[in-house]
């Protein structure tokens, strides 16, 4: 080590002191993710809070302890209270599942710093996915040799390895190239000259590392401008004094418990972490999102030439067996539903929620195919005089719950719109062929009238499926045969009877009421409709041909049985 100066030779004397009395501390600076506004990880720093000096700002002590060959006693302190707060919290039931740890330069160039590490983490029995690793990337290229036999230690032994300061002024895209990183964190430089170009530089940054499969964090963050600018731009962590600033421990714990206890924000549980660690490698700026999605391609092309960078109509949706819920809209997205005819993402998640679109059918068989199948589904309809294609991908599932990304084209071109109409004319007039059409989701109780050609009352919003059927079987199907009706549509067994068809459908002939004729027959037929989600049932009506009436009198004349 160089000689000590004057300015430097306080810190390094009095450093064994310090940690030994207690006024070296670890203070804890939340990092929440993006999407969820959650707290999801913290970084540890070092301060040194002398009994005469005060608090002592790291640019002066750490400087010196690097001088005087001390920083690595320095980040190991650092690290060793981080396992024992991570310790304390687990025991209180405070669930802060992981935190950050910087390590210097120095620290590489000790032979046992792998084994600290590990050391120091068994000691407090701290899960080695519970400690994230932050280097600077000016370390790398200053020792590539001593770095990267470490830093393969270290991957090896399970530990998140995350570049800090990316930006600061050593960038070298060989670090990209010959090191692996789990996490590239974004130096808050970029944010101090937040003009456009400015944006357009860190988008660029935030679109190369979510094309390479690298996480993103930004720190610095210090207005709402900001937050808003990335999460848009799909940068996945946020840090900065506009959340929080670096606080003691206590402080810290009494943060976590405001903001539980308030519930205007909350601590990312443990369990959710991979699933939104999945959603995160969803590259928002590219111009095929779906597509490298996870590196995984598909032959459904879901993309446009018009769309560029911000201008991507994405958006991600969570998906469980009752909704959907908007979690992101890329304002491009937002403007293409304003074609469809929605003023906002929650007006189409009510309409789709509520089971009111005549789209309903066709778009939650994109979402069970989505989810079941795992690779990119598409459809093409005319909504508002307006052709659209929405592709839809889905980036992480768990049991009850999956994240799909949403994909979505309009076209304007006379021809397109034209194809789109006549083809909604095909399926108008199959419609017309049935005097009802309704759609049955037993598991939730849900019957949605799709199609109805006679003007009937509405029967499909009782509280339950049963009293919806007795409703309409009362006031529509003859009396002679209601019972007949009821057992046939009994909702305790019908369906297992369509599950079990070989032609996966039920089928009786009742006499309606409807019409006012007294040779009014239908057909009643149960179909199941193909999904990989919550099982769909088709209700169908249809009256009976002229042809065939004859002949049905004729049968049940010589068989009455048949209808009893």
Known sequence: MGEIDNANAFFVEHFSEAIEKGYIHAYYQP??????????????????????????????????????????????????QTCAFYADLRDRGTLVHSFSVNLSRQDFLNENLADRVIETLARYDVPHDAIKLEV???????????????????????????????????????????????????????????SPKGRSLLASLINMAKS?????????????????????????????????????????????????????????????????DQIGKINLLSARPLQEFDGMESQVADTDDRYVGSAIPIALLECTADKVSYVYGSDS?????????????E????????????????LKKLVSDAIGKGTIQRVEYINNDVYYRLSARCLAKEKDRAMLAFYLTTFDSEKEVETAKEMLSYGNALFSTYEVVVLLYPE??????????SNLPTYDREDTLKESLQRFCKAEVLEQDQERYMKFLDFDTVFRRVDESEKGYVQ??????????TNNWHSVRLTRVPTTAE??????????????????????????????
């Not at 009786?508 to 006012?516: C, N, T």
């Open 333 to 345: 997205y937002l403007l293409r539903l304003n074609d469809l005819g929605y003023e906002s993402a």
């Open 444 to 453: 939730s109780g849900i019957a949605n009238r799709v199609y109805s050609a």
């Open 508 to 517: 009786g002939i009742f006499r309606m009421s409807w019409g006012g004729t």
């Open 347 to 362: 007006a189409w998640e009510n309409d789709f929620n509520n089971h009111q679109s005549d789209q309903y059918l066709m």
């Open 136 to 194: 600077t990337e000016s370390l790398m290229l200053e020792d590539a040799e001593a770095f990267s036999g470490v830093l393969k230690t270290l991957n090896e032994a399970g530990f998140s390895m995350w570049m800090d300061d990316f930006g600061s002024g050593y960038s070298s895209l060989n670090v990209l190239k010959n090191y692996q990183f789990d996490l590239m964190k974004f130096d808050m430089l970029f944010l101090r000259d937040f």
């Open 31 to 80: 990092i929440y993710r993006s999407m969820t506004g959650r707290l999801a990880c913290a970084e540890s720093l070092a301060r040194w809070i002398d009994p005469e000096k005060g608090t002592i700002p790291p640019a002066e002590f750490i400087p010196a302890l690097e001088q005087g060959g001390l920083i690595f006693d320095l980040d190991m302190e650092i690290l060793r």
């Open 535 to 564: 099982k769909a049932y088709l209700l169908t009506i249809q009256k009976m041909a002229d042809q065939a009436l004859d002949a049905i009198d004729l049968i049940i004349k010589e068989h009455p049985e048949l209808v009893k």
């Open 212 to 276: 390479l499969g690298i996480h993103t964090l930004m720190e610095g963050v210090e207005m709402e401008e900001h937050k808003e600018y990335l999460h848009s731009a799909g940068c996945e962590f946020q840090q900065g004094f506009f959340f929080a600033k670096p606080v003691p421990k206590t402080e810290f714990i009494m943060l976590v418990d405001e903001m539980v206890s308030s519930e205007t924000a909350a601590v990312e549980p443990v369990t959710d972490k991979h699933y939104w």
